[in-house]
């Protein structure tokens, strides 16, 4: 067996985004080129791997030179200048002694010590400030590719991601990362950028993966892929070797989570409903078809909000799948959660989420720019195909629609009459759908709030989308660590715009929810239902702890604390008056 040398516990602090607790061995992972197969290497055998190394890589400097001289004959000087680069990587003394130090100090083989190093090489070069360098970050990964399939072995380079269980750590991760990644294999995922509100963590929340972003800057350079680890979901700490009594630890605080959710897990069929008798609609949010089992298991009451920009716009599919593959799962998820309702969220592209088509030039500002309605509004063939669909399904399962980004009453009356087309077309050809169908307003953009009264008059229901309305109320972006210290939750003027949406809403006979985040907090409960928000729609792993939490409060006891936090002045003041009363209520969901 190979000699390895001591490794202290060392602690990584990051935020938590996604609680539970992951032990395993961790995966850096870079996009762009596949990982060769790891295995131990005994140590009378470790010489010849530092000499396959040598050989590999003077293979692979052969090829690229005989490759820059092709381009030279050829009088491409500038491409074979980019081949000397190459070369000169594979020529860096730094760069291969850690190679060489990898291979002695893990014991492993030599393909998959360079891969290791690789990774971290190229997170390191990702983040030059340069776009120039940067850019370079995919000649690198050629260079990569080149030398790992230089190397003469008897194993195939087959796997593009280890077999075994890991913890995956990455500089960032795209929501469709998060979505796709193989759940018997990644056990929890941690993360460099990224905040809690981003869309990454938000699956991560709904597939209970524990995951934390914002470790310390730079921090994935230096974690070593193999290394033992805990990922800490709850306190967002990621434990590098830890030692056998902190595995102990770990071990004992899984088994006391774990009961403390099966408690939780006995209230399923328990009304959500507070102890003077106000009922609370508690559904689901989802953004994958494979979310429903948690859904039932949670005993939701619906979902309040399906995010459809997986299956519309997911990366590995060539296109957006047509009115009737939507249809289809539409269907599915109608009839999974019938007689409950399905609220199905029109495509809200762009900002965060996957762009609905490759824009020629890339927008300035985003989060500012062609998202939600807006998209939709100007790509009838993508809007109509998709309100047809959910129009379809709802002859199959009580379905609801709501329009994402609503910034004024001209977008929702749009909207409203294309799906009137829709309706119009579906008759005709003597499709069956639901002609009362619900329609909402996601109200997520201050502009909507401060004109609630107005657009209540138009729609059947109100969604606070506050992951979205803090953004924009506070100018703070929702994914972008720097500002996270910004971003608040309980800042007075969002308190002052739900109130004033719920107000408008009941004006008009119609209700108000809230499906961002905020709805999952539980130090927050008293504080939506004190403002009288009536449904509350949430990640499915959240809906056990959600209930229990409306069913121990008073809603008369939250009013009166809701009127006193609409007098507050400062966030934290309103957070610490919600959650003195979560914690008088409900204080062992805290533990
Ligand atoms: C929100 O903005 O609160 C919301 C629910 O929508 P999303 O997170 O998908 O933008
Ligand atoms: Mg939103």
Known sequence: MPSHPPHAETIIQGIPVSPGIAIAPIHVTARGFSAPEVYEVAEANLPSEHQRFADAV???????????????DLSSDEEARIFEAHIMVLEDDALLKRVHLAIDERGQNAEYAFYAVMQNFLEAM????????RERTSDFEDVCERVLDSFESSHT?????????????????SPSDAATMDRSLVLGFATEMGSVNSHTAIIARSLGLPAIVGLEEEAVIDITALTPAILDGYSGKLILHPTEATLATYR????????????????????SVTRDGRAITLSANIGLLEELPAVKKSGATGIGLYRTEFLLLNEEQDAIPDETAQTTAYTEIARAVAPHPLIIRTLDAGGDKLPAEPLSEPEPNPYLGWRGIRVSLDRPEIFKPQLRAALRASAHGKVALMFPLVSGLTEVRRAKNILRECMEELSAANIPFDANLHIGAMIEVPSAAMIADILAKEVDF??????????YTLAVDRVNPYVADLYRTTHPSVI???????????QEGIWTGVCGEMAGDIRLTPLLIGLDVEELSVGPQQVPSIRKAIRSLSHAECSAMADDAMKAPLSADILKMTDDLAKKYYADLFE
């Open 58 to 72: 003077s293979k692979a400097k052969a090829e690229l030179a005989e490759i820059q001289q092709r381009l030279a």
């Open 126 to 133: 990702r983040r030059i400030p340069d776009p120039y360098l």
């Open 157 to 173: 380079r087959k796997t593009a991601r280890p077999e075994d269980r890991h913890i995956l750590v990455a500089y960032d991760l």
């Open 252 to 271: 004992l605080i899984e088994q006391k989570k774990q009961r403390a959710r099966t408690a939780l897990d006995a209230l399923r069929n328990a009304e």
């Open 462 to 471: 109100f969604s606070i989308g506050t992951n979205d309305l803090i953004q």
């Open 496 to 506: 002052r715009l739900i109130h004033r949406v719920v107000n408008a809403g009941a």
